[in-house]
């Protein structure tokens, strides 16, 4: 497909979301309804397709993902996908055998095949983002891994779906969405063959044309630093925004608390893993302090017990703000998700915690429009009737304060290990 030229170094000049109009943005319920529009769409491919996720499993979703990217394949499609070297560690074999059916090329994002791979800081940045482009038409972005909605890695099989979602995109948005998914194999590509393509460049006739097409593998889309107003666009108006680790470090960040200090009536928010910095904490209490329905859904059911401590350190002093809390007991919780006041909805890969908003590289698709946020408010609705409300925080008193400094002090350490700078 032809794609118009593009400067070297577009890298974005501020963390605003770029809004753009005329999208399709549709909401998906966990696997069970990602999994078939995914396939789908694999299966209608022409051109390419492009696949990035933390967890590619060997169960029934993983191996009916893959054989759809094994078929289109086979049909001449450019098929790439990339996983996470920790999180797709269990099951690489098995997909790299089953991807090797047909041209499919799998690249790894920083493998840990060994021991040595793990002294390196850089290990603890990890490639979170779900993300999936068919044609440069259609996308999908949100939180669900290749792997089915009643398996978990640590638990196993469960009786209860998790509670997760992602949306199917078309129009502008999804080329940014392509872009990053193009980028992050790229970089994750490159790890194994940079000898090669260092050797090629200075053998080519134009090394300094080949080095520019390189740079433009390799770069995450652009932001726009102008400040624009996405109520004059067409509907439905939707902003692809990261999280990585060059220039747009707190791009979700921005986008969550702005959103959260704007809200007049609600802010309803799902994160399985929650501790916040000090800027989020202050926009959440704040919302609540202006009057702000302000709710909460975090885990009932735990995965994660360290997650879970570092949650409920929290709890006191945000019920003590009015902030209204919850916990999801039917099932896990893996949702990443926020609805401000009646316009305003986003759906990604990112936790509202250290790993999300300051190492991993994640990405949220941000929506105003209506209809959609109000999709989202019926979803969260019926999580909340089924949820168990937080009303008193346990571990008050010095049980409570000592509880708070080892998780601060985890949470400090941990950054450091992994070379974030600055306060959170």
Same mark, same amino acid.
């Given at each position: 497909?032809?794609?118009?030229?593009?400067?070297?170094?577009?890298?974005?000049?501020?963390?605003?979301?770029?809004?753009?109009?005329?999208?399709?943005?549709?909401?998906?319920?966990?696997?069970?309804?990602?999994?078939?529009?995914?396939?789908?769409?694999?299966?209608?491919?022409?051109?390419?397709?492009?696949?990035?996720?933390?967890?590619?499993?060997?169960?029934?979703?993983?191996?009916?993902?893959?054989?759809?990217?094994?078929?289109?394949?086979?049909?001449?499609?450019?098929?790439?996908?990339?996983?996470?070297?920790?999180?797709?560690?269990?099951?690489?074999?098995?997909?790299?055998?089953?991807?090797?059916?047909?041209?499919?090329?799998?690249?790894?994002?920083?493998?840990?095949?060994?021991?040595?791979?793990?002294?390196?800081?850089?290990?603890?940045?990890?490639?979170?983002?779900?993300?999936?482009?068919?044609?440069?038409?259609?996308?999908?972005?949100?939180?669900?891994?290749?792997?089915?909605?009643?398996?978990?890695?640590?638990?196993?099989?469960?009786?209860?779906?998790?509670?997760?979602?992602?949306?199917?995109?078309?129009?502008?948005?999804?080329?940014?969405?392509?872009?990053?998914?193009?980028?992050?194999?790229?970089?994750?590509?490159?790890?194994?063959?940079?000898?090669?393509?260092?050797?090629?460049?200075?053998?080519?006739?134009?090394?300094?044309?080949?080095?520019?097409?390189?740079?433009?593998?390799?770069?995450?889309?652009?932001?726009?630093?102008?400040?624009?107003?996405?109520?004059?666009?067409?509907?439905?108006?939707?902003?692809?925004?990261?999280?990585?680790?060059?220039?747009?470090?707190?791009?979700?960040?921005?986008?969550?608390?702005?959103?959260?200090?704007?809200?007049?009536?609600?802010?309803?928010?799902?994160?399985?893993?929650?501790?916040?910095?000090?800027?989020?904490?202050?926009?959440?209490?704040?919302?609540?302090?202006?009057?702000?329905?302000?709710? @909460?859904? /975090?885990?009932?059911? +735990?995965?994660? $017990?360290? *997650? &879970?401590? =570092?949650?409920?350190?929290?709890? %006191?002093?945000?019920?003590?703000?009015?902030?209204?809390?919850?916990?999801?007991?039917?099932?896990?919780?893996?949702?990443?998700?926020?609805?401000?006041?009646?316009?305003?909805?986003?759906?990604?890969?990112?936790?509202?915690?250290?790993?999300?908003?300051? @190492?991993? /590289?994640?990405?949220? +698709?941000?929506? $105003?429009? *209506? &209809?959609? =946020?109000?999709?989202?408010?019926? %979803?969260?609705?019926?999580?909340?009737?089924?949820?168990?409300?937080?009303?008193?925080?346990?571990?008050?008193?010095?049980?409570?304060?000592?509880?708070?400094?080892?998780?601060?002090?985890?949470?400090?350490?941990?950054?450091?290990?992994?070379?974030?700078?600055?306060?959170?």
């Amino acid at each position: 497909m032809n794609r118009p030229a593009e400067p070297l170094f577009p890298w974005t000049l501020g963390s605003q979301p770029s809004f753009t109009g005329g999208n399709a943005v549709e909401l998906l319920c966990g696997g069970d309804a990602l999994f078939p529009a995914q396939i789908a769409a694999i299966d209608a491919a022409r051109h390419e397709v492009w696949l990035a996720t933390y967890i590619f499993h060997h169960d029934d979703a993983g191996a009916a993902t893959a054989a759809a990217l094994c078929r289109a394949a086979a049909r001449g499609v450019r098929v790439r996908v990339v996983v996470d070297g920790f999180g797709s560690k269990a099951s690489l074999g098995w997909l790299r055998e089953q991807l090797q059916q047909a041209p499919v090329a799998l690249a790894v994002f920083r493998p840990i095949d060994r021991w040595w791979n793990w002294l390196h800081p850089g290990q603890l940045r990890r490639l979170h983002q779900k993300l999936c482009v068919v044609d440069g038409m259609v996308g999908f972005v949100g939180g669900i891994n290749i792997i089915g909605d009643r398996m978990d890695l640590h638990h196993g099989r469960t009786d209860t779906p998790r509670l997760d979602y992602a949306v199917r995109v078309s129009g502008p948005v999804v080329r940014p969405v392509e872009q990053a998914v193009r980028a992050v194999w790229t970089r994750a590509w490159l790890g194994h063959d940079f000898g090669d393509e260092v050797r090629a460049m200075i053998r080519s006739a134009s090394p300094g044309r080949r080095a520019r097409r390189l740079m433009r593998r390799i770069r995450m889309p652009r932001g726009d630093h102008r400040r624009r107003d996405p109520t004059v666009l067409p509907p439905m108006r939707a902003a692809f925004v990261l999280r990585d680790n060059f220039r747009q470090r707190r791009t979700i960040e921005h986008a969550y608390v702005e959103a959260i200090q704007a809200a007049t009536t609600r802010v309803d928010l799902i994160t399985p893993y929650f501790y916040p910095g000090q800027r989020f904490r202050r926009a959440l209490k704040g919302a609540a302090k202006r009057g702000v329905q302000v709710r @909460l859904l /975090l885990q009932g059911k +735990v995965d994660y $017990r360290i *997650a &879970a401590l =570092a949650a409920r350190a929290l709890y %006191e002093e945000l019920l003590g703000h009015g902030v209204q809390i919850y916990e999801y007991t039917p099932a896990f919780l893996h949702a990443k998700v926020c609805v401000v006041d009646n316009d305003w909805a986003t759906v990604g890969s990112s936790n509202i915690d250290p790993l999300s908003l300051l @190492l991993n /590289l994640e990405a949220n +698709v941000v929506v $105003r429009d *209506a &209809a959609f =946020a109000g999709d989202v408010v019926r %979803e969260f609705d019926g999580a909340i009737a089924r949820s168990r409300r937080v009303e008193q925080p346990d571990g008050r008193g010095l049980r409570g304060m000592l509880r708070r400094g080892l998780v601060a002090w985890v949470a400090y350490v941990y950054l450091r290990v992994a070379g974030a700078t600055g306060r959170y």
